[in-house]
T-cell receptor
Framework: DAGVIQSPRHEVTEMGQEVTLRCKPI?????LFWYRQTMMRGLELLIY????????DSGMPEDRFSAKMPNASFSTLKIQPSEPRDSAVYFC????????????FGDGTRLSIL | GENVEQHPSTLSVQEGDSAVIKCTYS??????FPWYKQELGKRPQLIID?????GEKKDQRIAVTLNKTAKHFSLHITETQPEDSAVYFC???????????FGKGTRLHILP
């Protein structure tokens, strides 16, 4: 079991650029979660999918953020255009259930928008 | 909706002493309470969890207690060691079909 795999690990880009974060969940996990972590706001759930379908995107900050899950083994989180306040660590997690089982986190993507 | 409060936000204890982190939740229907540990620069990892049909659970130096009447649960770490230094997050789930709600985290420092 390779765990949840995220890429890239670090991303530095200038404001206004498009940013795409990638995630491969653990095989067999039907739920995928995207989180954002900052010192000020802690760990925030942005969106989660069940069987590739977005279920709850109420945490997505604004229209600049979008997430997709085209198949069971791949998801993307896109920010366009990026802003300095989007700088954070973005985690992807997967689980066999939405709220009744542990979530397995990836190593995260540290995003810096200059 | 569910709300999870965690305190203290920072805790310093002498190596070898015990550490206790407390959380309260608002939704009496919550039934799953995991605890995650996040070391500096690393990902959150589950260290222990408890379900509403159990009052206490232990795993070596770590224990979690749950008081459903008072709607609070606590993490206890005994004989603390330097590698226990990390941020700890509690969480609760209103029901199995709903998303987990995380607390804001407790930064634990183990002093030499």
């Amino acid at each position: 079991d390779a765990g949840v795999i995220q890429s890239p690990r670090h991303e530095v880009t200038e404001m206004g650029q498009e940013v795409t974060l990638r995630c491969k969940p653990i095989s067999g996990h039907d739920y995928l979660f995207w989180y954002r972590q900052t010192m000020m706001r802690g760990l925030e759930l942005l969106i989660y999918f069940n069987n590739n379908v977005p279920i709850d995107d109420s945490g997505m900050p604004e229209d600049r953020f979008s997430a997709k899950m085209p198949n069971a083994s791949f998801s993307t989180l896109k920010i366009q255009p990026s802003e300095p306040r989007d700088s954070a660590v973005y985690f992807c997690a997967s689980s066999t259930d939405v709220g009744d089982q542990p979530q397995h986190f990836g190593d995260g993507t540290r995003l810096s928008i200059l | 909706g569910e709300n999870v409060e965690q305190h203290p936000s920072t805790l310093s204890v002498q190596e070898g002493d015990s550490a206790v982190i407390k959380c309260t939740y608002s939704d009496s229907a919550s039934n799953y309470f995991p605890w995650y540990k996040q070391e500096l620069g690393k990902r959150p990892q589950l260290i222990i969890d408890i379900r509403s049909n159990v009052g206490e659970k232990k795993d070596q130096r770590i224990a979690v207690t749950l008081n459903k009447t008072a709607k609070h649960f606590s993490l206890h770490i005994t004989e603390t060691q330097p590698e226990d230094s990390a941020v700890y997050f509690c969480a609760a789930t209103p029901n199995r079909d709903d998303k987990i709600i995380f607390g804001k985290g407790t930064r634990l420092h183990i002093l030499p």
